[in-house]
């Protein structure tokens, strides 16, 4: 079966840095995304790791281990707008659909 | 369009009934995922096409669940006999290839079905 974990659930302070963390174990490994969904709107991408490292893109990182089947979500600076649930997914191979974590509610506090 | 779109945003049904819902997908992307959503729970894969067929449909729960995509382009997911299980957010997404893992997956908004 396929497998991917996060928390369910942090919290943060604004302005504060806060790391999301996703462990997998799924059959067939071809990249691993990050979503942002806010309340009752659509997934939007936020980043795409395949090879071992860390991807930066402004406030947002992302960090893979292919060897440790783990991957991370760094926010820096955080602003109340990010308030929201981030979601690890991860693509097995060329044309397979992804395979979703049940995503980390995050919650930014004053 | 813009953005994949998705109609309606919301259906309420009853028991027993025939749903469909619709998926205008971002123009020119040739592929189409249809995912469900469960309160508190990752999108969970239904059925994806790459044009007009049906490259996987592994993910439909059973025969009850149906969708079509005749002109590569708009889709419609069709539910016979629904169930109160059945209630969720229904999200479509579309990519430019389909193919490859750099392929981003763009979501609609997702319609949300309530089966009383």
């Known amino acids: 079966g396929q497998n991917i974990d996060q928390p369910t659930e942090m919290t943060a302070t604004e302005g504060a840095i806060v790391q999301i963390n996703c462990t997998y174990q799924?059959?067939?490994?071809?990249?691993l995304f990050w979503y942002q969904q806010h309340a009752g709107e659509a997934p939007t991408f936020l980043s795409y790791?395949?090879?071992?490292g860390l991807e930066e893109k402004g406030r947002f990182s992302s960090f893979l281990s292919r060897s440790k089947g783990y991957s991370y979500l760094l926010l820096k600076e955080l602003q109340m707008k990010d308030s929201a649930s981030y979601l690890c997914?991860?693509?097995?191979?060329?044309?397979?659909?992804?395979?979703f974590g049940k995503g980390t509610r995050l919650s930014v506090i004053a | 369009g813009a953005g994949v779109s998705q109609t309606p945003s919301n259906k309420v049904t009853e028991k027993g009934k025939y749903v469909e819902l619709r998926c205008d997908p971002i123009?020119?992307?040739?592929?189409l995922y249809w995912y469900r959503q469960s309160l508190g729970q990752g999108p969970e894969f239904l059925i994806y096409f790459q044009g007009t067929g049906a490259a996987d449909d592994s993910g439909l729960p059973n025969d009850r669940f149906f969708a079509v995509r005749p002109e590569g382009s708009v889709s419609t997911l069709k539910i016979q006999r629904t169930e109160r299980g059945d209630s969720a957010v229904y999200l479509c997404a579309s990519s430019l290839l389909g193919g490859g893992p750099t392929d981003t997956q763009y979501f609609g908004p997702g319609t949300r079905l309530t089966v009383l």
């Open positions: 997914a991860v693509v097995r191979s060329g044309n397979t659909p992804l395979v």
């Open positions: 790791n395949v090879l071992d």
């Open positions: 123009s020119g992307h040739t592929a």
């Open positions: 799924t059959s067939g490994f071809n990249g």
